[in-house]
């Protein structure tokens, strides 16, 4: 009954690959988000959707392409893999209103090492 | 435009002993501030949220913050450290009054506690 959950865990890859990481959510809610967390565990938002449309697009490079089928699901494709992708991608999901400051829960990561 | 400066990344405490991890925030309109806890290999879970009304608000786990709007800080306490404490804490800010409000995370401070 995991709330948010991602796959795979793990994802050990080559520089030039292109590569997936699935994400569900099973709370009903109606906004999701992809992060990226890097190797001084700083955390920074890459993407957000609410009910399948984008909402936040921070400055990501264009080999990073969210899709999102249902509002329970938002996955992100990673084309021509490189060295600085490395890095855990958590996704999150939340309810939001109209006046914000909903608590977003957190997938428990994919941790992505490009050789 | 948000920013979030966590004062100490690491702090080590001594089991019973006080906990503060120090927060401040720069936000161009009124934020809401949350503080999450990460635990090894985990995602992050979170430990409480301000919006609006009172300035002191209790969280999961014993922890408390107070919001100190002329001071821009949001620190976290915790009046006596248990082992199971140990973990990664992160201070984040949204844009108040807003839906969809994209969260700013703190580099994080990690929390050790001795025995």
């Known amino acids: 009954d995991t709330a948010v959950s991602q796959t795979p865990k793990y994802l050990v890859t080559q520089m030039g690959n292109d590569k997936s990481i699935k994400c569900e959510q099973n709370l009903g809610h109606d906004t999701m988000y992809w992060y990226k967390q890097d190797s001084k565990k700083f955390l920074k938002i890459m993407f957000s959707?609410?009910?399948?449309?984008?909402?936040i697009n921070e400055t990501v490079p264009n080999r990073f392409s969210p899709k999102s089928p249902d509002k329970a699901h938002l996955n992100l494709h990673i084309n021509s893999l490189e060295l600085g992708d490395s890095a855990v991608y958590f996704c999150a999901s939340s309810q939001e209103s109209t006046s914000g400051g909903s608590e977003q829960f957190f997938g428990p990561g994919t941790r992505l090492t490009v050789l | 435009a948000q920013s979030v400066t966590q004062l100490g990344s690491h702090v080590s405490v001594s089991e019973g002993a006080l906990v503060l991890l120090r927060c401040n925030y720069s936000s161009s309109v009124p934020p809401y501030l949350f503080w999450y806890v990460q635990y090894p290999n985990q995602g992050l879970q979170l430990l409480l949220k301000?919006?609006?009304?009172?300035?002191l608000v209790k969280g999961i786990n014993g922890f408390e913050a107070e919001f100190k709007k002329s001071e821009t800080s949001f620190h976290l306490t915790k009046p006596s450290a248990h082992m199971s404490d140990a973990a990664e804490y992160f201070c984040a800010v949204s844009p108040g009054g807003t839906s969809y409000g994209k969260l700013t995370f703190g580099q994080g401070t990690i929390l050790t506690v001795h025995p």
């Open positions: 959707y609410n009910n399948k449309e984008l909402i």
């Open positions: 301000y919006t609006t009304g009172a300035t």
